[in-house]
């Protein structure tokens, strides 16, 4: 197979990406042409072929993030230029052709993405699709000025524009672009997210779609119906869904809610469920919509940890329990102060839990099978609701498990209920309690 046909993904270990991303990415290349996927993985130090993709050790495995990519520069690269790299959440929907490789003198020249947007509030230079020529003096050049310091470079743009603030400044001028070259790539984020592949004045042109950022492909796959149909169309795979469900409900935004969004893993399936009832009904009119086989509510003034999810999924498994809870860290809005809540019964039965609330209702998670035979929560209740249904649930037989995780970021502000209702609070719990003899 000839170079020209090479594409070149990254993948880093613990990331937001996984092989199943390189998967569906090498498939639909594969579909559309006659092409040879590597993929750099920091998390091999030898060669694999795996599922029509090789996978080769990246030069440097300590590099974070998104500057995994710089090992793309790297001279050990050279054997395999010219390729195409493409980032993992770009989606590929029709032929190459003109791009794989770049048609005329653009072939010899290095190429990124210009500004999708307009101002460019990018300063002209974007890493997702980028065109790797052989002998290239601006692949030297940036590699030289990489090398050197690599970690002081990490430490300095981080937060300022990453890799590819790193390649625009060395660069410092007018970078070839792909828009100037050909009208195949668009962005999912504007213009095309609802009408690709049902308007064939945009679609019958396009091949590449870039994400560039949220939502991730899985996620967009659960609301717009052309990702769905691209994200399950893999050839020997069981139509996905996702595992993990988590519901937002809230009446009206306090000011964190975007903060409570970003904290979801682009994974998830995530169902915000805003309207003029109280918690309990803007959730429960939100389980139909559940796909996953775990659900999760998150307020809107809480976030998630990184780990929530993942840790509580893994202590329901291996457990064999029907929900879990686990350790919190409060955060005084007020003050900034932050204080880890532990609880003091771990193991809980119905008579402890009715004697005493131990759990810190931020870090529950439950199997839906839990919805699907008892119900929702108590939508006559106006607090406590989450209290009344983990005694519902022991009372029903369901078995409670503890994760050893903080699962939680929980804000403590003069506004929540816990402060305005706390008196009263403590009379429904005592009444909720009576409720189950």
């Excluded at 990702?227 to 993990?244: H, I, L, Q």
């Excluded at 429960?284 to 919509?289: D, F, G, I, T």
Aim: include cysteine.
């Amino acid at each position: 197979m000839k170079n020209k046909n090479t594409v070149v993904l990254c993948l880093r270990n613990g990331g937001d990406f996984s092989f199943q991303d390189v998967e569906l990415l090498a498939f639909h290349l594969k579909k559309h042409c006659d092409t040879k996927v590597i993929c750099l993985f920091n998390a091999i130090d030898k060669p694999y072929e795996l599922k029509n993709v090789t996978l080769i050790p990246s030069f440097n495995k300590d590099w974070p993030g998104w500057w995994t990519k710089m090992n793309l520069f790297n001279p050990e690269m050279e054997k395999y230029r010219p390729f195409l790299y493409l980032d993992l959440d770009t989606a590929i929907i029709g032929d190459l052709k003109g791009m794989l490789p770049p048609e005329g003198d653009y072939i010899n020249r290095f190429i990124t993405l210009g500004g999708f947007f307009s101002p460019d509030t990018t300063k002209g230079l974007q890493s997702g699709v980028m065109w790797f020529p052989k002998n290239n003096d601006k692949i030297k050049k940036i590699w030289e000025a990489w090398s050197t310091f690599p970690n002081e470079h990490i430490m300095q743009l981080h937060h300022k524009g990453g890799d590819q603030g790193f390649i625009r400044s060395v660069l410092d001028g007018n970078p070839d672009y792909w828009q100037k070259i050909t009208n195949k790539i668009c962005s999912f984020k504007i213009k095309v997210r609802d009408v690709l592949m049902t308007d064939e004045t945009v679609s019958k042109h396009i091949s590449v779609v870039c994400f560039h950022g949220q939502p991730r492909i899985p996620k967009a796959a659960l609301s717009v119906t052309w990702v769905n149909e691209y994200f399950n169309r893999k050839e020997g795979v069981k139509k996905v869904r996702p595992k993990v469900t988590v519901i937002i409900p809230y009446k009206e935004d306090r000011g964190w809610l975007q903060e409570a969004i970003r904290s979801v893993p682009t994974w998830v399936q995530l169902i915000v469920s805003q309207g003029e009832g109280d918690w309990a009904s803007n959730f429960n009119k939100a389980l139909p919509q559940a796909e996953g086989d775990y659900i999760k509510y998150l307020h809107d003034d809480d976030m998630l940890t990184e780990n929530c999810i993942t840790d509580s999924v893994n202590a329901l498994e291996e457990q064999g329990v029907d929900f879990i809870h686990g350790k919190a860290m409060n955060l005084q809005v007020a003050t900034g102060t932050q204080l880890m809540f532990v609880p003091r019964t771990k193991k809980l039965s119905l008579s402890s839990l009715k004697r005493h609330n131990h759990i810190h209702s931020a870090t529950t998670m439950y199997r839906k099978t839990i919805f699907d035979k008892i119900g929702g929560f108590d939508e006559q209740l106006d607090n406590s609701e989450e209290y009344e249904f983990n005694l519902r649930c022991l009372y029903n037989g369901f078995k409670i498990g503890y994760c050893d995780s903080v699962l939680a970021i929980y804000r403590q502000h003069p506004v929540q209920k816990s402060v305005t209702m706390a008196k009263k609070m403590r009379i429904t719990g005592t009444a909720i309690a009576r409720r189950f003899k």
